[in-house]
C-alpha cells in the first residue's frame, strides 16, 4: 500500500519568505510526527499529533514554527519569516497508534532551502 | 531527554555478521528500544524493537543486556544494502508522550 508522502520533495525560499510543508500519513494511522534533519545529525523531534490534537510540541524551536493537522490525516508544518538556520531536510513519520511499542512509518522529507 | 550512546561508525566485509551497540543507561523500566536504520537520501525505516528478551525478526536481532542499560544489534550476514546509519532509539521518559529522541547513530560500511 502506500507509505507516508512528503511533498514538495525539495523547496527553496529566500529568508523572511513563509513556507508550508505537506505530509500525508499512511491511511488509518492515527498518530502523525514531524522531525528535522540537518547534514550529519540525527532526526530532532519537532511535534506529533494524535488526531488532530497536538499532544507534545516541545520540540518546536521558536514561534515562528506551527503544525495543524484539521482532519486528523493529512498535516502541514508552517514556517514563518524563514531563517537560513531553518534549512534542512524535514521529516513526517506516522503510526498506527500510540504505545511503547508503536513503529513509526517515514515519509522521504521535504529539503527546505533558505538562501 | 533519554539517551542513547553508539560509535560515530563502524565496518563490516560482505556476508559477516555485524554488531552495533547502544548504550542507554537512563532507559527507564517500561521503555522499549528501538532500532532504526537511514539509507541515504531515504527516511529512516524500523528495524526492531524490545524490551527486556532478546528479538529476532527478518531483518536482525537485538540482544538486550540483562540490566537493560545496554542493547545489540546483529545483522547476522552483512550486504552492500546494509550501509546506513542505524540508530537506536528510546522514548524521552521526561515528557510523560511519546516523544523520541534520536542521537547521531552509527554509520555501517559494508566492504565488498
Known amino acids: 500500500g502506500a507509505g507516508v508522502s512528503q511533498t514538495p520533495s525539495n523547496k527553496v525560499t529566500e529568508k523572511g519568505k513563509y513556507v508550508e510543508l505537506r505530509c500525508d500519513p499512511i491511511?488509518?494511522?492515527?498518530?502523525l510526527y514531524w522531525y528535522r534533519q540537518s547534514l550529519g545529525q540525527g532526526p530532532e523531534f519537532l511535534i506529533y499529533?494524535?488526531?488532530?490534537?497536538?499532544?507534545?510540541d516541545s520540540g518546536l524551536p521558536n514561534d515562528r514554527f506551527f503544525a495543524v493537522r484539521p482532519e486528523g490525516s493529512v498535516s502541514t508544518l508552517k514556517i514563518q519569516r524563514t531563517e537560513r538556520g531553518d534549512s534542512a531536510v524535514y521529516l513526517c513519520?506516522?503510526?498506527?497508534?500510540?504505545?511503547?511499542?508503536?513503529?513509526?512509518?517515514f515519509g522521504p522529507g521535504t529539503r527546505l532551502t533558505v538562501l | 531527554d533519554a539517551k542513547t550512546t553508539q560509535p560515530n561508525s563502524m565496518e563490516s566485509n560482505e556476508e559477516e555478521p555485524v554488531h552495533l551497540p547502544c548504550n542507554h543507561s537512563?532507559?527507564?523500566?517500561?521503555?522499549?528500544i528501538h532500532w532504526y536504520r537511514q539509507l541515504p537520501s531515504q527516511g529512516p525505516e524500523y528495524v526492531i524493537h524490545?524490551?527486556?528478551s532478546n528479538v529476532n525478526n527478518r531483518m536482525a536481532s537485538l540482544a538486550i543486556a540483562e540490566d537493560r542499560k545496554s542493547s545489540t544489534l546483529i545483522l547476522h550476514r552483512a550486504t552492500l544494502r546494509d550501509a546506513a546509519v542505524y540508530y537506536c532509539?528510546?522514548?524521552?521518559?521526561?515528557?510523560?508522550?511519546?516523544?523520541?529522541?534520536f542521537g547521531t547513530g552509527t554509520r555501517l560500511k559494508v566492504l565488498a
Open positions: 524490545g524490551l527486556t
Open positions: 491511511s488509518g494511522h492515527t498518530a
Open positions: 513519520a506516522s503510526s498506527l497508534t500510540l504505545t511503547p511499542y508503536n513503529e513509526q512509518f
Open positions: 532509539i528510546l522514548r524521552d521518559p521526561t515528557s510523560g508522550t511519546y516523544k523520541y529522541i
Open positions: 499529533f494524535q488526531g488532530t490534537g497536538a499532544a507534545d
Open positions: 537512563t532507559i527507564s523500566g517500561t521503555d522499549y
